[in-house]
């Protein structure tokens, strides 16, 4: 396939009229190209890399009652869930994500079932569910754990199970009820314990980690990113850059709230909190930036009033907060896949990387709205679907209706 007539973003600061080759799943040069395949006409549209969301929860289905409609249903249909789920992504121009945290281990399975072709859905990491403190944080799609020995065998049975990468606990957080984002979790020992199994096998490790303390017990453990990172400081910000820690900062659910976004249906305590925690959250964000740490996008995508699909919602926070256009869109292109293992094969068109694109109309380099005027997404040399005169509201809205699909499947 060749595509032609477009202006192609490369990840510089400008937009570049070139044709794009693609044989098979992947990027080739233009010597390269059989002339006699599929030319495809991209006149007036933006040609952007597929976008990377590196945090999502596909067991959650992003509805306000979310967490306890995950505890009430079977795992069955909390599994077709997390398939519509993952096609709505997909559609919606999100063709990598990585799951940091399914009950069970429906994000691996649901990664191996994509894999083999029989459901559609993004390119996926999955951690399988998150090693947490016994009734900690995140305890609804983790493995409780007490001790070293306890978080060793949990990170060797997800790796066991096809884990990509293993997900750790280390604070509170918002949505859990009687705990807090500043209180330490896991320790620094037995998150060790856990991220060197991954390290082992040449796999990465997150943590979930939003206080300052449970920042640097992750730190000391070595994990790969941070996760949401609400209360960095200096000393905190070096250690990342001297050990090439990444951070994903997840603004979309804090924006959400404060934006009104269902919130009156929310429990008081969730609201609360993030509304406690927005300005310090920012303040991070906005330091970690300007000092130079890798910023990477991530919507914690099913999450009570986060549903699933665009990562484009994320990075158009970003922008609002003070980030370049230009950095926004490397968060969840190039920076995105180095941070999360696959700097060498997604993020960039180039050739021999996969052929994932989005269409869009307009210049998100000048206006990062653009990204809501998606006109179509190729995952690895496949038209998932291209409509130049699209205009679809609920891409600009972030999401799709993931609710109806779930209806059609069940």
């Not at 006699?36 to 991209?42: M, Y």
């Not at 007490?146 to 060797?156: F, L, M, Q, T």
């Not at 999360?340 to 989005?358: M, N």
Request: hydrophobic share 40%; aromatic share 4%.
């Amino acid at each position: 396939m060749k595509i032609k007539n477009a202006q192609v973003w490369l990840g510089g600061n400008e937009l570049k009229q070139v044709d794009i080759c693609i044989e098979d799943e992947y990027f080739v040069d233009l010597a390269e190209f059989d002339p006699t395949t599929e030319v495809v006409d991209a006149k007036g549209l933006t040609i952007l890399p597929g976008l990377i969301n590196a945090h999502v929860h596909f067991c959650l289905d992003g509805s306000n009652d979310s967490v306890p409609r995950l505890a009430a249903e079977p795992h069955l249909t909390t599994a077709y869930r997390a398939a519509a789920a993952a096609e709505a992504t997909l559609r919606a121009g999100t063709t990598t994500v990585r799951d940091v945290g399914c009950s069970g281990q429906i994000g691996i399975y649901l990664k191996k079932a994509i894999d083999a072709g029989f459901v559609r859905g993004p390119r996926m990491l999955a951690s399988g569910p998150c090693i947490v403190m016994t009734g900690g944080h995140n305890r609804f799609i983790g493995v409780e754990v007490d001790g070293v020995d306890e978080a060793r065998k949990v990170a060797r049975q997800n790796l066991k199970a096809g884990a990509d990468l293993i997900k750790v606990v280390s604070t509170g957080g918002v949505i859990t009820s009687g705990v807090e984002p500043e209180h330490v979790q896991l320790s620094a020992e037995e998150m060790q314990a856990a991220v060197d199994e991954a390290h082992n096998c040449g796999k990465h490790a997150a943590s979930h980690a939003q206080g300052e303390q449970g920042i640097a017990n992750s730190l000391k453990a070595g994990v790969d990113t941070i996760e949401h990172g609400i209360y960095l400081t200096p000393a905190l910000i070096e250690t990342m850059l001297k050990q090439g820690s990444a951070l994903v900062p997840t603004l979309t659910p804090m924006r959400r709230i404060l934006l009104g976004c269902g919130q009156e249906r929310l429990p008081d305590y969730a609201v609360e909190k993030m509304r406690r925690t927005s300005e310090p959250w920012l303040d991070s964000f906005r330091a970690a930036i300007a000092a130079g740490v890798p910023i990477v996008a991530g919507t914690d995508a099913g999450t009570p009033g986060n549903p699933h699909g665009s990562v484009a919602v994320e990075v158009k926070f970003m922008v609002e907060a003070g980030m370049t256009e230009e950095l926004a869109l490397k968060s969840a292109t190039s920076v995105a896949a180095k941070a999360i293992g696959l700097g060498d094969k997604v993020g960039q068109i180039r050739p021999g990387f996969h052929a994932d694109l989005i269409f869009v109309r307009g210049n998100p380099l000048e206006d990062i709205r653009a990204l809501d005027n998606l006109c179509g997404v190729m995952k690895d040399g496949e038209m998932i679907w291209f409509n130049p005169d699209a205009s679809d509201g609920s891409i600009a809205k972030g999401w799709l209706d993931v609710e109806a699909l779930v209806v059609s499947i069940l």
